[in-house]
């Protein structure tokens, strides 16, 4: 029996309502404490973060998370290090993927949404396959050919870009999910009206995909600050070539993290307030992309 | 201002099923064409296969004599409405008439000419400088229909336009389409499921299933001449009474003789019956709703049926009746030839007696065609 | 088995449903596995009768051509030349130059070398001029392997040209007869922003994936079955070459190898296998389950603040993992924060051994992926909740549905049908997340008896983070991860084909439509 039913049972309609209401604000109060719990937890561990890129007395763990002196010390030792160098490759890598890549990929999935061709589906399984393979095992190979090109080590930043920006035909799945939302009949009445596919893509189309490209612009961007594995290899032991990620991975090696722990939180720190910055700004499209995305599967 | 003509189109899809077969057509200019049939007859296929939206398997479709099987679209001079109306949400309604000027380079004083005299027809001069999601269904409507007729195009292409409007809209824009295309004066072909609207637009009707013609007519013609039993129970409301019966031919004169009863074929059918020398035979008869009335009393030409259901529709009665041999009929009879005390005593479970007007009957072979035009 | 009929199941009791259900899914397991063969079956007879056909179709073209198609058979573009489209014609032209020139300047050689993978290694030889030793380089397996099946890519490429050739001749024919006009060089310049723009559009895309997916791909499925290593690199110290299938019987084989641990390799991967398995199971469906219930309650009526919950959970998605990945590892360290904090409170005698112990380590990752993935799973999980009709609650409360009935018939089977094909690849994601492992604890603690030649496995590693050790270990072996890369795409092309063919619920899409 539902207390719903209890209610209507004991004591007249009014009763009921009081019982609703308290049950509810009981049930509410109950998921207050949750998501505050919930919140404290998930912005723990960079609150601790910010506040130990300003601590001065040790640059080595410790069991308190309130510095006791306070600076920018930190801050000031990145310069010494090669952290301006790795920034600055970063971003590079990042502008020009963000561009390249945006492109392929919105060029893959407006074709696979809107065109049917006979290849078509034969093509979306084969990529479907591909993406089976664990895409690591292509490092060795790229990594052989890169250096061969002269784009590892210290120039590995059009290298990396090269590899981040070549197969992201495969990551069409998000945005062929939102092409296909827009009316095919959309293109068909310009189609009609006179247009060549290729002025329907330039005037009906895109106009119409700007939360899609902005979101592919947004992932395509944040991507290189976090990718690990490509840089590390393709850097390949230089500190000149590797990019944020390679480069505060190894100050945290057994033998660097006791003189560069704070400094390390002050790196991620630098490194997630432009990330940070840009995504809380367009967080609207990146929730429309992320959701619409799975819905598509 | 064109012909076309469409000489054995097929559509096959990848999967092999085929959506239209060996169609054969031919619209004059100026001709308003409607195609009309349950859905997926093959009716919009088609119109996109004139379109160019929809690739031909097999056939050629002439555009002013033009065989246009491997133009694009564009290429093909023709103008298109669509179901869902297909407005450039991103642009205003000014905009979304003048696309199709201005990808024509058309100049912008030209431009402006012509989209303010299509919105002064249409009656959306107001509307020019908003968005389509701010107007209602019907404006909608009317500015596609704007955005196909400043183009002055060769063909007028209609893709069930008035399905996603509410009842009462759609006999409004319906007359509306009549006096556009008065004014218009170009060749139009319209799609629909609704047999009303075919009716009413068509100077010619096309009615299809499952990929094939079943007969092309003027709205007279399919409505009266059915070739056979599919158009027979598409055209009209409430659809025609089909029962299996005898035809029986006594000398000179015919007979049906559904239910036990007898009635005498007369008029210009017994004429017709005579002129293919119908003999006497199995058949299915049709009557119209509004070709059965009701008799009196029993007799040798009245069914014996049992009233079930009631149907005021104001000017008229629907009566759902059933016959001894459980066949339910339908009945219509205008309001005005019952008395306030006949109709109060037409409920469930009266006993009725009713006849078939001798005229107007429609005699079909077993295997669905007409006795006298299949 | 009995077969029953819609009305006959229907009134079975609930357990005899259950058991039906069961008995009729394993049933029709073997007939699934038919249809699989069968449909296999069906692909290879249909490429047979589609090859028969194409060599009949170039056999009729050939007799039945005019003789600017029968010189096209040898010089590729003459047809459209001599018909006057000038740019095909030179196009066709130019790649048979191309090719010709390619295959006879290195294609050749290449190809010749792909089945030994080179004859003469390194050499040092005495130098008496400058009183050294000098290392003159010969062969390179590795470009040969590289640039031979790059030969082949461009064989293929240059045979379906070939009979592209081919049939524009004969389309041309047959245009011609019908007294039509052929498409100049400008028509078909113009077709490719318009009818043919798609080949356009993906040219770009899918000579990248070409260059820099399938040809890796191809590249590191054939290392499998060569002894391409650290000390075997081909070129500057030894050659590498086909070694069979003797790879993929040291990765299966029972017997306890000579290498650093005392297992066989087998055992190890059955091992890194069975845990890669159980992380994703536990790391796919704790997100899930907690991420949709994170969502809900903020969904829930009456609270307030929706946006800042939200967004103090998406905020996490824009730091760079590997910044809070790395973070939260050393938190967890024994002179982490964590530990630390609960030493410093009095509540724990000596640090916890977060990293430390199998069964802990394990534990602490799937937690803290909890921790990763939620923000993620809340998102997807809040935009599919918001789009379930209110009807269907509405209607549910009127039938007498509690909070539990209405999640676990209505939000749970609604959540399950759209997320579906979600489910199935962040499973496979999952499998493959390498960052989440590496990061935290690249693998550790390490699993003494596990063995792999090149350096250490843990009982965190996953076959993902294995293969990664394997090639930067100290003596890379290429071939050992190659073969592990094929097994992990058996296996995670295993699961989806299962998921895909037995489950309904994902064919089925349209069900809650």
New interface residues.
């Given amino acids: 029996m ?1 207390q719903n039913e209890m209610n209507q049972k004991t004591s007249g309609p009014v009763k009921q309502h009081m019982g609703l209401r308290a049950s ?1 604000m009981l ?2 109060s109950a ?2 404490v ?2 505050i719990a ?2 404290i ?3 723990i ?2 609150v ?2 910010v506040l130990q890129s300003f601590r001065v007395e040790s640059t080595w ?5 309130i510095p006791q002196q306070w600076g920018l010390d930190n801050y000031r030792n990145l310069f010494n290090t090669d952290f301006p160098r790795w920034y600055v490759n970063t971003f590079i890598s990042a502008l020009a993927t963000a561009v390249l890549q945006t ?3 919105l ?2 999935s ?2 696979l949404s ?2 049917r ?1 006979k290849m078509r589906k034969p093509l979306m399984r084969f ?1 479907l ?2 993406g ?11 990594y ?2 890169l250096k061969d090109l002269g784009l590892t080590q210290q120039n590995s930043v059009p290298g990396l870009i ?2 981040y ?6 990551g069409y799945y998000v945005s062929k999910g939102f092409f296909d939302t827009i ?1 095919k ?2 293109d ?12 329907v ?1 330039k ?2 189309i895109l ?2 995909s700007k939360p899609i490209v902005i979101y592919t612009i947004l992932t395509a961007f ?1 991507a290189p ?2 990718d ?2 490509f840089a590390r ?1 393709i850097a390949f032991g230089s500190s000149a070539g590797s990019n ?2 390679v480069g ?2 190894n100050w ?1 090696n057994k033998d660097q ?1 006791a003189k560069y ?1 704070t400094t ?2 002050a790196g ?1 720190v630098m ?2 307030i432009p ?2 910055v840009l ?2 700004c367009l ?1 609207k499209y ?2 429309e992309g ?3 995305g ?2 598509k ?1 | 201002m064109a012909s076309v003509k469409l000489t054995d189109v097929k559509k096959v899809y990848d999967n092999k099923v085929t959506a239209v077969h060996d169609f054969n057509l031919e619209i004059a200019d100026k001709e308003f064409v409607v195609f009309v049939g349950p859905s997926g007859c093959g009716k919009s296929t088609t119109l996109r296969m004139i379109a160019g939206l929809e690739d031909i398997s097999g056939g050629t479709v002439e555009i002013d004599g033009v065989v246009v099987n491997d133009l694009q679209p564009k290429d093909r001079d023709i103008a298109m409405v669509f179901q869902n109306y297909a407005l450039y949400p991103h642009m205003t309604v000014y905009d979304n008439i003048a696309f199709s000027l201005r990808l024509k380079k058309m100049p912008e004083d030209e431009v402006y000419e012509r989209v303010t005299n299509a919105a002064e027809i249409l009656g959306i001069t107001e509307y020019l400088t908003r968005k389509p999601r701010a107007l209602s269904g019907g404006q909608r409507q009317r500015v596609a229909i704007g955005r196909a007729m400043v183009r002055n195009s060769k063909v007028f292409l209609m893709d069930e336009p008035l399905s996603n409007l509410d009842a009462k809209l759609r006999n409004q824009m319906r007359a509306e389409i009549i006096l556009l295309r008065q004014k218009l004066n170009t060749t139009f072909v319209y799609v629909t499921h609704d047999q009303t609207e075919a009716m009413t637009l068509g100077d010619r009707i096309v009615i299809m299933r499952d990929g094939i013609i079943e007969q092309v007519g003027t709205p007279t013609e399919v409505f009266e001449m059915p070739h056979n039993l599919f158009v027979a129970e598409f055209i009209g409301a409430p659809k025609m009474n089909l029962m299996e019966t005898k035809l029986v031919k006594e000398g000179d004169k015919y007979f049906v003789t559904p239910f036990g009863a007898k009635i005498e074929v007369n008029g210009a059918k017994a004429e017709e019956l005579k002129g293919v020398k119908a003999e006497s035979q199995e058949i299915i008869l049709g009557v119209r709703p509004e070709h059965i009335v009701l008799a009196n009393e029993p007799g040798e030409h009245a069914i014996p049926c049992k009233l079930e259901v009631n149907e005021m529709m104001g000017s008229e009665l629907h009566l759902h009746v059933y016959t001894e041999d459980e066949t339910r009929l339908i009945v219509r009879i205008p309001t005005i030839n019952l008395t306030m005390e006949e109709r109060k005593e037409l409920v469930y479970g009266k006993q009725l007696y009713i006849t078939f007007e001798g005229k107007v009957m429609h005699f079909f072979k077993k295997d669905g065609l007409n006795l006298i035009y299949g | 088995m009995k077969k029953y009929s819609d009305l006959e199941y229907l009134k079975l009791s609930k357990g005899k449903k259950r058991l039906y259900k069961l008995q009729s899914f394993f049933c029709a397991i073997p007939q699934k596995i038919l249809a699989l063969f069968l449909g296999l079956w069906n692909i290879i007879k249909g490429c047979c009768l589609k090859v028969r056909d194409e060599a009949l179709d170039i056999y009729s073209t050939f007799v039945h051509g005019d003789w600017k198609t029968k010189v096209s058979f040898l010089v590729m573009g003459f047809g459209c030349l001599a018909r006057g489209q000038i740019l095909r014609g030179l196009l066709f032209l130019l790649f048979e130059v191309v090719f010709i020139g390619y295959m006879f300047i290195a294609g050749g050689y290449w190809l010749s070398m792909l089945p030994s993978l080179g004859k003469v290694g390194p050499s040092e030889e005495y130098n008496v001029i400058f009183d050294t030793y000098v290392t003159t380089y010969n062969d390179n397996s590795f470009k040969i392997l590289l640039y031979g099946v790059l030969t082949i890519f461009f064989i293929i490429a240059f045979v379906y040209t070939w009979r592209l050739n081919v049939k524009q001749n004969k389309l041309a024919e047959q245009i011609l007869s019908s007294g039509k006009k052929l498409r100049s060089g400008k028509d078909d310049l113009k077709s490719l922003v318009d009818d043919q723009f798609h080949k356009t559009l993906l040219s770009l895309p899918l000579i990248g994936i070409l260059v820099f997916t399938v040809l890796p791909i191809v590249f590191m499925i054939l290392v499998a079955f060569t002894n391409y290593d650290g000390t075997h690199d081909g070129y500057y110290n030894n050659l590498f070459t086909w070694v069979g299938l003797t790879n993929f019987n040291t990765m299966l084989s029972w017997t306890a190898n000579t290498g650093a641990g005392t297992q066989s390799y087998a055992a190890t991967f059955g091992e890194v296998l069975s845990w890669t398995l159980m992380w994703a199971f536990f790391a796919t469906f704790s997100n899930y389950f907690l991420g949709m219930f994170v969502a809900m309650a903020i969904n829930k009526k009456g609270i307030k603040l929706k946006k800042l919950w939200r967004t103090i959970l998406v905020l996490t998605i824009a730091i760079p993992q590997f910044i809070s990945l790395l973070y939260v590892s050393k938190m967890f360290a024994k002179n982490g924060i964590i530990n630390g904090f609960l030493m410093s409170m009095g509540w724990i005698d000596e640090a916890l051994p977060f990293w430390d112990k199998a069964s802990w380590a394990r534990i602490t990752v799937i937690i803290i992926n909890i921790w990763i993935g939620i923000p993620h799973l809340m998102l997807i999980a809040t935009g599919i909740l918001m789009n379930i009709p209110q009807d269907l609650y509405e209607s549910a409360r009127i039938d007498g549905a509690n909070a539990w009935q209405q999640y676990s018939k209505i939000t749970l089977p609604y959540m399950l049908f759209v997320t579906g094909p979600y489910l199935l690849t962040s499973f496979t994601g999952n499998m493959n997340n390498f960052n989440v492992i590496y990061l935290l604890t690249g693998g550790a603690p390490t699993n003494p008896a596990a063995s792999s030649a090149a350096g250490t496995v843990g009982y965190t590693d996953l076959l993902i983070t294995w293969l990664f050790k394997i090639t930067t270990g100290a003596e890379s072996q290429y071939y050992l991860a190659s073969v592990v890369g094929i097994l992990v795409f058996v296996v995670v092309s295993l699961i989806s084909l299962v998921v895909y063919n037995v489950l309904p619920s994902i064919k089925n899409e349209e069900d809650f439509q």
Avoid: H
């Fill in positions: 539902t509810r049930s509410n998921i207050y949750l998501l919930i919140s937890i998930w912005l561990p960079f601790c973060i763990q410790v069991g308190y998370v492109i392929i990929v060029c893959m407006y074709t809107r065109f061709f990529m396959i591909l089976m393979f664990p895409g690591m095992l292509t490092m060795i190979i790229l052989r050919v090269l590899v920006v070549a197969s992201s035909g495969m009316p009949s959309l068909e009445a310009a189609r009609v009206d006179g247009a060549t596919r290729f002025q893509l005037k009906i106009p119409l944040m600050w976090g690990f594995v290899y944020v990620a505060l991975y945290l993290i722990y390390f939180c991620g490194v997630a990330v940070t995504f809380m967080q990146y929730v992320v959701t619409g799975a819905v599967g």
